[in-house]
């Protein structure tokens, strides 16, 4: 994986003009990392049953600790997004990724379905902070570019590259609305 959601998150909150507090900004990034990481814990045990290796073991406790770790780092996350734009967005990514787990134990490959719906999460999160909406075609370039991998500049390059693709919307918005108002 690229850069964390976290820190996608943070880059999408800096593509407004106006400053954002840091502690709203990294309470988003905060969110959208823990409900990632808890999802991929879950991903993780699914794919085994470490209960069944070693029973009346240690690893059997420490399975269900996982479990439960797994769940509480994705409601706190639900918890801190719940009243925020990015609310639905959080929700998709879980009902996502119960569906995409359900397919796999019932045989159905593994997808990167997670991830990317994450991406759109953390972009949403973090725009959502200085805009009452994110265009469905930035979303979806965002989600084509995919996370850059993790390098000291690489959050002001995927800053850079969403105040590029919001500019580009707002220019198309700008020209929609000019031509209903001509007709």
């Known amino acids: 994986m690229g850069v964390a959601p976290g820190v996608l998150t943070q880059a999408a909150a800096a593509t407004g003009a106006d400053p954002i507090a840091p502690a709203t900004v990294d309470a988003r990034a905060a969110a959208v990392q823990v409900i990632y990481v808890g999802l991929h814990l879950t991903r993780r045990l699914i794919g085994s049953?470490?209960?069944?290796?070693?029973?009346?073991?240690?690893?059997?406790?420490?399975?269900?600790v996982e479990i439960l770790i797994a769940d509480v780092l994705v409601a706190q996350g639900m918890?801190?997004?719940?009243?925020?734009?990015?609310?639905?967005?959080?929700?998709?990514v879980v009902r996502g990724f119960g569906a995409d787990q359900r397919g796999r134990l019932e045989g159905e490959p593994p997808s990167d379905d997670l991830e990317t719906s994450i991406i759109r999460l953390a972009v949403i999160a973090g725009v959502s902070l200085h805009r009452r909406w994110v265009p469905a075609d930035v979303i979806a370039a965002v989600q084509d570019d995919g996370l850059p991998e993790p390098t000291p500049t690489a959050a002001v390059a995927v800053?850079?590259?969403?105040?590029?693709?919001?500019?580009?919307?707002?220019q198309g918005?700008?020209?929609a609305t000019s031509s209903v108002s001509d007709s």
């Open 159 to 170: 800053t850079r590259r969403l105040q590029q693709l919001l500019s580009i919307a707002d």
């Open 79 to 92: 918890r801190e997004l719940a009243r925020t734009p990015a609310a639905g967005a959080a929700v998709e």
């Open 49 to 64: 049953t470490p209960w069944e290796d070693a029973p009346l073991a240690e690893t059997s406790i420490d399975a269900d």
């Open 173 to 175: 918005a700008e020209h």
